[in-house]
């Protein structure tokens, strides 16, 4: 067993080591031994294991709970360490190739978190013999389309050739050194426009806590695989291929990114039927140190019941 290192003390017990061709990561397993279902949960954008360990906490509750590392997030190593380009395909190559390693034949529960659904999407897209193994597919402010973002033309441009110029290994090196230097993300990053509704309302603990976590993160996440994943985020069209699922969507009523409107309407476009949750959510995703009670409002008691039964 391989101990975290991003600890915020609540996986340490439950790290192993993966490994997908030359690249090598991390999974969290958490065992249930009084409940055969097995989830398998994918992290979204600029995370982690520890990131999300409230979440996975909540989870096992109904049973046995797998987390693996995504190329280039969490610490594990990045597609450019063996020539290939994090794209959403080659991530979904990885996730279908994780499945086939650690599940073979048995049926799981899927949730994917942001990011994490845009991969599971395209995997189930290009895999669609993975279908049968599904008992429940779950989504969490998960998107499918560039067209789903709530950002006004101006930000979806700039943000667009921002990523274009920094996604090269001199800028994406100036990148990683100067701007995420710890001093300037502890000085500059929490008035980010992004980043800012993340740390509101916060006393000087819970600040210099999260502050120094939001640090950690940005240490171990590769940038050039965040840099080239956010570009494809604003060229995205999931939408295109059908896929033989019931959705089990959980959408925030107040989402900072997303129109709500235009995630649904595209989701229903690539699933036979979709199941819709909005839950009280004041931004896109929970905080990044989410406690397992806080992470049990991402689960609508509708799920909870389907978790308890299936």
């Not at 990885?94 to 845009?118: E, P, T």
């Not at 991969?119 to 597919?137: G, V």
């Not at 969507?249 to 235009?262: H, P, R, W």
């Not at 049990?296 to 509708?302: N, S």
């Amino acid at each position: 067993m391989k101990k975290s290192f991003v600890t915020n003390g609540l996986l340490t017990n439950h790290i192993e080591t993966i490994e997908y061709k030359a690249l090598v990561g991390r999974q969290a397993k958490l065992l249930n031994q009084s409940k055969s279902l097995k989830i398998v949960f994918i992290y979204g954008h600029h995370s982690s294991l520890e990131r999300v360990a409230g979440i996975l906490l909540a989870l096992n509750d109904f049973g046995s709970v797998y987390c693996p590392d995504l190329p280039g997030f969490g610490g594990m190593t990045s597609f450019y360490q063996i020539n290939q380009l994090p794209t959403i395909d080659n991530l979904a190559d990885y996730l279908a190739d994780y499945l086939k390693q650690h599940f073979d034949g048995q049926k799981i529960v899927l949730i994917g978190l942001s990011l994490g659904f845009v991969i599971i999407t395209r995997m189930l897209q290009k895999y669609p013999e993975l279908n049968q193994r599904i008992k429940l597919l779950v989504s969490i402010v998960g998107f499918s389309s560039y067209l789903d973002f709530n950002f006004s033309k101006l930000r979806h441009t700039s943000y667009y050739l921002g990523s274009i110029v920094l996604d090269n290994r001199f800028f994406s090196y100036f990148f990683a050194k100067i701007i995420l230097n710890s001093w300037f993300l502890r000085l500059f990053y929490a008035h980010t426009y992004n980043a800012k509704t993340k740390f509101i309302n916060m006393n000087k603990t819970e600040f210099n806590q999260k502050i120094a976590f939001e640090i950690k993160l940005w240490k171990i996440n590769d940038v050039r695989t965040w840099l080239h994943t956010a570009r494809e985020f604003l060229t995205l069209d999931n939408t295109s291929i059908k896929i033989n699922q019931t959705l089990f969507y959980v959408g925030a009523k107040n989402d900072n990114y997303f129109n709500q409107t235009t995630v649904m309407a595209n989701f229903k476009k690539i699933f036979n039927s979709v199941q819709i949750y909005l839950i009280n959510l004041t931004n896109h995703s929970p905080s990044i140190l989410a406690t397992k009670e806080e992470a049990l409002t991402l689960i609508p008691a509708e799920l909870i019941k389907l978790l308890e039964t299936i």
